[in-house]
């Protein structure tokens, strides 16, 4: 295992960790230091405050708005400086996208955000550059936005989403969970991914449910109907049922088309035999 995958899978376990150990403190009424200003709670259905204006990479003033409308929206939270887990966040997110069958700026839209008033354009730019050269499509520039705020902005947006972190008073870092939101065109939180690695099947499944049938087939039609959005996890699950009906519904398939096959086949040898048979007795016949 590589050192960067070894990190991977301690950053992960880290935040499992973490989030176990808020459950277990929430339930006892104790948590230490910044741990109890931490967390990401689920927000399914709570409209996004698209009114914000902040400001994209080059500095310049935009509506949160302008990215809605059309598409389902991945909506990031992460502070540009941040040392290591914002970077993972990042490379996890752009790492499932580039498996998707779906085209960023066509079929959904990337909105990764700095919840540090100090990040600006300078900070923006260098991370959009980072995941831009990662992802590595065509045409990718376009579906890929980095933003940042003032204070007031920043806070309306990660309250809306339920995303709680806090500055550490001697590092100057932030002390914070890690995940994303996918958000419908017209606004509304519809799923919650957490960790740093997103699983390509989760992504495609919230992308898909969050686009409200405007992106996605019969393929995930059908994934759908096997997996469901687990909000305690903030992942999909099998849906074991579901998996054995549609595999007995397969099965029946292939049993009556098998049974069909065979039919046909018997039917065709017998017209052939009954062609045969009287193109023999013809002559046969004829000869008398």
Not at 150 to 165: M, V
Request: glycine share 12%; proline share 6%.
């Amino acid at each position: 295992m590589s050192c960067r995958s070894l990190m991977t899978v301690l950053l992960t376990a880290l935040v499992a960790t973490v989030a176990a150990a808020q459950d277990m403190a929430t339930a006892t009424g104790d948590l230490p230091g910044p741990l109890a200003e931490i967390g990401f709670d689920q927000r399914p259905g709570e409209p996004l405050p698209l009114d914000l204006v902040m400001s994209d990479a080059q500095g310049n003033p935009v509506e949160l708005a302008s990215f809605f409308g059309e598409r389902p929206v991945i909506l990031t939270p992460v502070y540009y400086t941040c040392p290591m887990l914002c970077g993972m966040v990042l490379n996890g997110l752009v790492t499932s996208l580039k498996t998707l069958p779906f085209e960023a700026g066509v079929d959904y839209e990337v909105v990764v955000f700095s919840f540090d008033p100090s990040d600006g354009a300078e900070e923006a730019t260098a991370r959009k550059d980072n995941a831009l050269a990662r992802f590595n499509h065509n045409e990718s520039d376009a579906g890929f936005h980095f933003l940042t705020g003032d204070p007031e902005a920043i806070g309306r947006l990660t309250q809306a989403i339920g995303f709680r972190y806090a500055r550490d008073g001697d590092s100057g870092e932030f002390a914070h969970t890690a995940g994303l939101v996918l958000a419908t065109p017209d606004g509304r939180i519809a799923r919650q991914l957490f960790g740093v690695e997103y699983a390509p099947r989760d992504l495609r499944l919230g992308l898909v449910e969050a686009g409200e049938g405007k992106i996605g087939g019969l393929v995930e039609a059908v994934l759908l109907y096997c997996f469901h959005y687990d909000p305690q996890i903030g992942r999909y699950s099998a849906m074991t049922m579901n998996m054995v009906r549609l595999g007995g519904v397969l099965t029946l398939g292939v049993l009556a088309g098998f049974v069909l096959l065979m039919l046909w086949r018997e039917r065709r040898a017998a017209a052939v035999l009954a062609v045969a048979g009287g193109g023999t007795g013809g002559p046969a016949g004829g000869g008398r």
